[in-house]
């Protein structure tokens, strides 16, 4: 069975997991506490697993992979149904730009470490810290809402009707969103698709409170 | 004829250059200042292309594409050769995974706009700038150089002896590095692939100050 190491706050996880659930491949959680004694994924037989030191890693048979992204495109070559891509070169660009959007402008800028080192290095206050988070949420989710307002391809999700590794990077960054009340009366098309999303089980069953190494 | 929306100092922009020049797939720059009048991205007739108003855009005949990875991946659906992805699921993946380490880790927290925030928004001094810059570059490195030193699938190149995406990414990162004056004497075979890139035209070609709009 495949094996995920997850956290289950982690967005990146949370991407793994609703690509597997979506796909209907069973999995079991290898819990990675990020925060427990100083962070378990720095453990050396983590960082066997991962140099890099982060979740999630799956491991499937014999392969070990690394960073959400990569992860869920090889899902998506080896159990291509349902698809997480669209048909057609065109709409899967625009599918993974929307993803690339949330996966390299907005997460990347919240994520634990660099908040640690706003705080411990930088001295910055707990305000300006979640300040900075908000920022880059707001400012990043208004770019994806732009994206998606104005056309004719978005549908009741990121691409049409069908989930989507668009969709699939959305929904846990919102729940971060959330999580640090941000705004997001300026996104309602994006508000919109993340309401549709958790009618879907492969996104509510995802979701951080429902893991076992949820607090 | 392929035209890209691209600013001769953006790593993304540079990473797109590499990908069309090893496709052999002549393209147009239009030059987009970065810096000048408070940055072009933010034209109204720029963000018409990009709403989230980040270069590179490549429009190329009916289609506007934005996000370089997605950029990427699209050429390598519609010009499969030479391949810029390995054969196989798992090597694949293995390939998106350095890419995204770079893309995902490092680039973001880098980047004009969140050096902006910290200089501006929270009154840091550019030594301590500099000293973010630095750090993020010379920790994700090693966790590139970790994911290639220990590898067999290693060679020339990150991924046997081919060039693929993640030497597309990583190029563009070390003149970043070497710009701010990153320590890179722990990352050897990095390094080593860095040179090997830089002797193929199709590198070589694409680095910032051959672009027309280089300073």
Known sequence: MIKLYSYFRSSASFRVRIALNLKG??????????LKG?????????????????VPVMV???????????????????????????QGASARA???????????EIHPLNNLRV???LSKTLGV????????????????????????????????????DAATLA????????????????ELGHVPTVM??????LDLPAFADAVPAKQPDAA
Do not use: M
């Open 125 to 160: 206050s707990d305000d300006e810290k979640n300040a900075w988070y908000r920022y880059w949420v707001e400012t990043g989710l208004a770019a994806v809402e732009a994206q998606l307002a104005d056309d004719p391809r978005s549908g009741a999700f990121c691409h049409g």
């Open 94 to 104: 625009r599918v993974r730009a929307i993803a690339l959007s949330i996966a390299c």
């Open 38 to 54: 100083g962070g378990e994924q720095f453990a050396p037989g983590f960082k066997l697993l991962n140099p890099a030191a982060l």
């Open 25 to 34: 491949l069973p999995f079991e959680t290898a819990p990675v506490h990020l």
């Open 115 to 117: 908040l640690g080192y």
């Open 60 to 86: 499937d048979g014999g392969e070990t992979l690394s960073q959400s992204l990569a992860i869920i495109e090889y899902l998506e070559e080896l159990y291509p149904s349902p698809p997480l891509l669209p």
């Open 167 to 182: 969709d699939i990077c959305l929904v846990p960054q919102i729940f971060n969103a959330q999580r640090f009340n941000c």
């Open 192 to 197: 919109g698709i993340f309401r549709r999303c």
